[in-house]
């Protein structure tokens, strides 16, 4: 089995990469969306996005990380795809399931799940843009409101000459409602295509992952704000370890906050800290008493400075 780190824009960052594939389990990661318009982007770009590109293109633990585009031109979505490739880039990943109204409005993301031919047209020219030996992996939700529709874009895809299928188990419509997962939709597409299918979506705990096994028919998993509530989550699936301690929890946040802090985004850190533990609170009811404290603050040192004490009492 293998399992992928999900991208999340604004939240999985590459800061968040280290810490989470420091816990091992995780055999890949996607960055969050390159946005492509009509133009090749600048090397900065690329960089800021994912800067292990300056270092092989690994976390610091050594897993591969992919850089995820969202576009709708071929043309420049292959070009772009090929910069990434030349700079040290796992392989790409073309996103196709963004349901976010501007990336939408601009025919990016989920949109395309609307036009399967387009699908077919961009896949291919990437394909044969980039070099043979490098995976090329597409995202998707299966199907703007029709679920059934998945059958026909994946076939897209697969002739296209995609490596390989992610595929979140809801519709575009379905948004993130928990109940509307269907992972026995993944099935049909994993028994009948000759690429690797890989399931994603509402996997929180192991036994998540094993039904999402047996339902979709797939080896694989994807998982995003499961490993954010459960941060060592990939091995309690794969080594059936124990959730990670609370107390270890609070040094992996004050680690996060010397990280964040010093970083390039240092000045969203209270935001981005609250965010995380948002997704935190649905495994942890210690950090729901401590939320409620700290979210007045919008500086980083009381916030800190509350982590720090509550260490102590649990350390
Ligand atoms: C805040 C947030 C940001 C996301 N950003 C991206 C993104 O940049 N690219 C993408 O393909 N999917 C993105 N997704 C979708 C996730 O990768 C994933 O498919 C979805 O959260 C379902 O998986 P999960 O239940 O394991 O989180 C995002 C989801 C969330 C909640």
Redesign the pocket.
Known sequence: MRIVL??????IDHLVRELLTDFGGIDLC?T??LRVTHSLQPERVFYRLCPELNQGGKTKSGTPVRM?L?GQSPQFLSENANRAIELGSHGI?L?L??PSKIVNTNKGGAILLKDPALIYQIVRQMRSAIPKDQILSV?IRLGWDDPTAVDEIADAIEQGGANEL?I?ARTKTDG?KADAIKWHMIEQVSQRLKIKVIA?????QRDDARQCRIKSGCDDL??????LAMPNLASVIKDNEAPLPYSDLLQLLIKYSDYEIAGDKGEYYSNRIKQWMVYLKVQYPQIRELFRELRVFNSPQPIVDILNREAQIYG
């Not at 999900?6 to 939240?11: D, I, M």
């Not at 994603?200 to 929180?204: D, R, Y």
């Open positions: 999900a991208p999340l824009e604004g939240v996607i969050e969306f995820q969202l990943d996103n399931g963004c995202k992610t979140h993130y994603n979506g509402e996997i929180w994807m998982i995003g704000r499961g490993t």
